[in-house]
């Protein structure tokens, strides 16, 4: 297994911080916004970054949790857990500004399914989708984050590894795995 880092804990933070402003730089004061982590692994990013858009605005954000397996069309082909994660969204997303938040994005298979488990809890004015790293031309579907860490060129074999200290690692680190 060869590892080549990608972010390593400075870069990340830098990054996330970015995120941050950009996402404030278009929701101003964030009345309409809710944020939503993508089970199982964007939801540790979308509570980093939602604590932090609530401590620079100050302002009360609604963060809920989206699991779309069983939406996803390869359900049965792909030896994805039939067991769901939690999905919790105990606001109104009806007319609301939402914005998706995963870690990586790769064949966009997962969002596309996460609109459709979203429909199930209103229409959304907008849905926007942000990704801590972006497997570049892996896509699959017309899938494209509107805010995005870092772009990655990958092949289909390799894997990111995203290793959080909210997931009990010891340093923010970011991998690219051969
Ligand atoms: P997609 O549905 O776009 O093919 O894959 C995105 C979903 O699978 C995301 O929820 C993400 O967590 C996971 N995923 C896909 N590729 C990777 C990867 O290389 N590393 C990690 N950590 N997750 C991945
Ligand atoms: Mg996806």
Redesign the pocket.
């Given at each position: 297994m060869q590892k080549k880092l990608i972010l390593d804990s400075d870069l990340l933070d830098i990054t996330i911080s970015r995120l941050c402003q950009q996402l404030i730089e278009r929701h101003g004061n964030f009345s309409e916004t809710v944020i939503i982590g993508?089970q199982p692994?964007?939801i540790h990013l979308a509570e980093i970054i939602h604590a932090r858009l609530q401590k620079d605005t100050k302002k009360e954000i609604p963060l809920g949790y989206l699991d779309a397996t069983f939406y996803r069309d390869d359900f049965r082909r792909r030896e994805i857990p039939a067991k769901a994660n939690e999905t919790r969204i105990d606001f109104i997303i009806e007319g609301k500004r939402v914005v998706l938040v995963?870690?990586?994005?790769?064949?966009?298979?997962?969002?596309r399914a996460a609109m459709d488990a979203m429909i199930a809890f209103g229409r959304p004015a907008k849905v926007e989708l942000l990704v801590l790293i972006d497997?570049k031309y892996t896509r699959e579907l017309p899938v494209a984050a509107d805010y995005v860490g870092k772009a990655v060129n990958?092949l289909t074999s390799?894997?990111?590894?995203?290793e959080l200290e909210a997931q009990g690692h010891k340093q923010n680190k970011i991998w690219l795995v051969n």
């Open positions: 993508m692994r964007g995963d870690d990586v994005l790769f064949t966009g298979r997962t969002i497997r990958t390799q894997r990111v590894l995203v």
